[in-house]
Every structure is written in structure tokens, then in C-alpha cells.
């Protein structure tokens, strides 16, 4: 083996922190419990709220997260970090609340996730903003996932594929198509902002 590959494997201090975490955890530390919970809460009710769009169904998919996450925490084979497995976790159970509430929905996505250029005025910026939502919302299910994971919430393709259980050219695949689609759908509307 590679001392590159060595290296890569060493556990650093907050693999450490968090396998001790875990351990803490599977003895039954309610503490432990409460404290891997209040970690991890915030980014995955913001995941959770962006795929739904629906505060109450995000915090309802974060209980279940949380329940499926403390019931299969004895089988967590720690080869990924505990928040990609947690967010892989929160993936399954979000799209499985879309599916059976078989409903579509119009999430909140921050345009400066997306980065708006040209000129913005009182009349361009609602225009935009609306048909940037319609435009998420029309993408295929596993470019949208993508493209707010990547866009919006900032994970790598390394983490997507690792919580998607996908390779990473899939992910960058997933992400260029919705792009490309974006794009497609608001050509108008990025024109009228940029030229009137």
C-alpha cells in the first residue's frame, strides 16, 4: 500500500471526535444522542425543506431521518463521514414523503445561490425569481436533487455520489444536464434582464 494511500486513511480529529460520538451513542448516552442530533439538524431540515418546499413535511422527514438514523446506527460501517451517511439517509426519506404524497411543490431556492448577473431591477428580479422556481421544479427528479445539492446546499460531487450511491461522473452528468436545461428555460427571461 502507498504511504499516499496511508495518509488518506488516517482518521483525523473530528473522524476521531465523531467515532467516539458514536460509540457514545451505541452504549445508549442520551446525551451522545442529543448532541449527534443537534450537529446535524440544520443542514438536513435545510435539505429537507429545500427538495419539499414545505416546512412542516421537512420537519416531519427530519424526525423519520433521525429515527431510521438511530435504528441503523449499529450498522454504520463509518467508511463514509457520519454526515454524508446521515444526508443519504435524509435523500431516501425526503423523495420517499414526495412520492407518497405525490405532489409537486415550488421550494425556496436563493437566487444567489444560482448567482444572478446582468442588470436587476423592481421588474426583472420577481420575473426571474418565479420562473427560476417553475424551472427547478420542471427538472427530472435526479437532476433537481443534484443540481440543489451541488448549487444550492454546497456539497462536493464526491459527497452527492457517496450519498446518492452514484458515481461521481454521474453526479457532474446530473449537474450539467440541469444546467443545460436551466438554461434552456430561462433564456427569455435571463435575456430581458440582461438587454430590457
Not at 450537529?39 to 416546512?55: I, K, N, P
Not at 439517509?89 to 431556492?109: F, M, W
Request: glycine share 6%; charged share 30%; hydrophobic share 45%.
Amino acid at each position: 500500500m502507498s504511504q499516499g494511500r496511508e495518509h488518506a486513511r488516517a482518521p483525523s480529529g473530528a473522524r476521531l471526535e465523531e467515532a467516539a460520538l458514536i460509540e457514545r451513542v451505541l452504549a445508549g448516552d442520551a446525551a451522545a444522542e442529543r448532541a449527534l442530533f443537534d450537529a446535524h439538524v440544520d443542514r438536513l431540515y435545510r435539505l429537507a425543506f429545500r427538495m419539499t418546499g414545505d416546512e412542516d413535511l421537512a420537519g416531519d422527514c427530519v424526525q423519520e431521518i433521525f429515527v431510521r438514523a438511530f435504528d441503523r446506527l449499529p450498522g454504520f460501517r463509518r467508511e463514509a463521514a457520519l454526515g454524508t451517511w446521515l444526508h443519504s439517509i435524509g435523500v431516501s426519506v425526503v423523495l420517499n414523503a414526495l412520492r407518497k404524497r405525490k405532489r409537486t411543490s415550488v421550494r425556496e431556492v436563493s437566487l444567489d445561490a444560482v448567482g444572478a448577473r446582468g442588470r436587476s431591477d423592481a421588474t426583472s428580479a420577481p420575473l426571474l425569481r418565479e420562473r427560476l422556481k417553475k424551472a427547478i421544479d420542471a427538472l427530472p427528479e435526479d437532476q433537481r436533487l443534484v443540481f440543489v445539492m451541488y448549487e444550492v446546499e454546497g456539497y462536493s460531487h464526491a459527497e452527492i455520489a457517496s450519498a446518492l450511491d452514484i458515481p461521481q461522473g454521474t453526479s457532474k452528468a446530473r449537474l450539467h444536464y440541469a444546467r443545460r436545461k436551466l438554461r434552456v428555460l430561462l433564456a427569455d427571461v435571463v435575456e430581458h434582464a440582461l438587454y430590457g
